[in-house]
T-cell receptor, first 113, second 114 residues
Framework: GNSVTQMEGPVTLSEEAFLTINCTYT??????LFWYVQYPGEGLQLLLK?????DKGSNKGFEATYRKETTSFHLEKGSVQVSDSAVYFC????????????FGTGTRLTIIP | EPEVTQTPSHQVTQMGQEVILRCVPI?????FYWYRQILGQKVEFLVS????????KSEIFDDQFSVERPDGSNFTLKIRSTKLEDSAMYFC????????????FGPGTRLTVL
């Protein structure tokens, strides 16, 4: 079955540091890949997505590239802010679309001023 | 901007009681989901629903769980006889059609079983 392996947290960085959160997946076919973010006390919000190999998803300064050869979808940001403190979830859905999301364990990110 | 809503935001119940969690998906969406997140753990899929029937369910979704779309707008999750281990945040999500379509999540209902 599908699975997502995500870098364990928590991760603590200083403001303006470079961020990488690793995510690798196992799936048949060509899944769609997502990063969701959960701010304290809130629900899940889509941060970015990619639906085919070599696609780059980007939003709010965050980027992730769908790498089929390494089955990875690492999240990066060049300069983090205190407001980026949240839990980040990597997820995938099957290539048929509208299928369930399979989530990674989540990475708690804390940015200190 | 349209959004998924869920009620109540927090539900406290005694073990063995029935609870119904309610969701109003985005109006033109066709696929509906329930997920749960036990405190500090990952988000887990429970069930998906399309065309008035369950399209997939996880092993968590046993006979104690049921879903319903009673009136064309609400989407409910019922737990017949709650257990302590049902304590979690329950998220409803919906999506339209098309490959890789974003699932829009509601704010969640925190269920506490005492």
């Amino acid at each position: 079955g599908n699975s997502v392996t995500q870098m364990e947290g928590p991760v603590t960085l200083s403001e303006e540091a470079f961020l990488t959160i690793n995510c690798t997946y196992t799936a048949t076919g060509y899944p769609s890949l997502f990063w969701y973010v959960q701010y304290p006390g809130e629900g899940l919000q889509l941060l970015l997505k990619a639906t085919k190999a070599d696609d780059k998803g980007s939003n709010k300064g965050f980027e992730a590239t769908y790498r089929k050869e390494t089955t990875s979808f690492h999240l990066e940001k060049g300069s983090v802010q205190v407001s980026d403190s949240a839990v980040y979830f990597c997820a995938l859905s099957s290539n048929f679309g509208n299928e369930k999301l399979t989530f990674g364990t989540g990475t708690r990110l804390t940015i200190i001023p | 901007e349209p959004e998924v809503t869920q009620t109540p935001s927090h539900q406290v119940t005694q073990m063995g009681q029935e609870v119904i969690l309610r969701c109003v998906p985005i109006s033109n969406h066709l696929y509906f989901y329930w997920y749960r997140q036990i405190l500090g753990q990952k988000v887990e899929f429970l069930v998906s629903f399309y065309n008035n029937e369950i399209s997939e369910k996880s092993e968590i979704f046993d006979d104690q769980f049921s879903v319903e779309r009673p009136d064309g707008s609400n989407f409910t999750l019922k737990i017949r006889s709650t257990k302590l281990e049902d304590s979690a945040m329950y998220f409803c999500a919906s999506t339209g059609t098309g490959r890789g379509n974003e699932q829009f999540f509601g704010p969640g209902t925190r269920l506490t079983v005492l």
